[in-house]
């Protein structure tokens, strides 16, 4: 359960990363391949937190209703849905297919 | 300010879109703590102040599994790296001045450093994360506030399907950059790496691994990603 006296150290732990993250990178003394890396970083994160929030529970691999749901989104997407559109059919269809299975 | 800064690539569906769902998220993730038995007043600071559902989360897990308040707070600060991260990623671009990177720091997410990245000009970029930070920030408040009070009404968020609206937006933040082939090479190997070492490292780690795949940038002749061109 969660505390006042943990909730400091969290978010000082968690602001000091954002924080050294923005002050100790800077155009001026970044080359220009480091730009081209940095820039795939999102997309390298993004992908590895879909994955572990799509097939992972508790630090444990699992299959179940939000794998269909994924797909429904990417299927949405591959379609060019709005985005909320895609974010609503994800979570109706892992609810559906919760509700069948 | 204007709610969409004109000249870019955001669009108002996208601004809504990330606002809907970090607002049910918030919901869902207050519902957990109030499960959980911690405090109205402590979910809402800790939405204020540490602006992060995984980190929050990540310290209720590690309590609820029989280990120690350090051990918690260790784990939250793990799963915060990517954050560190994606600050780097979009520092350079943002204002030279280190007051305004102070209070950038503050609302470093992964939806506002991904869209704001696809503009080519820095003075658009920085008009786009800003307005985006708004986008995500406000209703992370509100649906926190709100998840207090309605953690009784809706008692099984699971049961909604409202754990898949997060990694539902970022496949829909991605799609357009998977349109790459060194795009889909770095997504596909990150996601293999978090797959492939989750059960062997601790929490947050298998992210941390995952960014090195970004390396793959270094190739020859590479671009970046197809909306940052």
Known sequence: ?101 | MQQIPTGTQLVRGEAWAIGLTYFTVAITVSIVHRTAGTDPWLIVAAALIVNSATATLAFASATASGGSAATGVLSSWVVSTRFGLLAATIAPRLWSSRKKRIFAAYSCFDPNVSLALREKEDDNLQRVYVSLSLWLVIPWWLGSAIGVFVGNIISDPLALGLDVMFPALFVALLWRQLDHGLSKIVGLAGAAIALGSVEFVPGGLPILLAGFTALFGFRKQNTPPKDLQ
């Not at chain 1, 081209?36 to 993004?46: G, Q, R, T, W």
């Not at chain 1, 929030?53 to 997407?77: K, N, P, S, W, Y």
């Open chain 1, 1 to 101: 359960m969660l505390t006042w006296g943990a909730l400091f150290f969290i978010a000082a732990g968690v602001y000091g990363q954002r924080l050294l993250g923005m002050t100790s990178t800077s155009s001026k003394r970044l080359s220009g391949p480091w730009i081209i890396v940095l820039s795939y970083i999102p997309v390298a994160i993004l992908c590895a937190v879909i994955a572990l929030q799509t097939f992972t529970h508790q630090g444990e691999l699992q299959i179940d209703a939000r794998v269909v749901g994924i797909i429904a989104a990417a299927f949405c997407c591959w379609r060019h849905w709005p985005m909320a559109a895609v974010v609503t059919i994800a979570a109706l269809t892992t609810a559906l297919t919760r509700l069948i299975l």
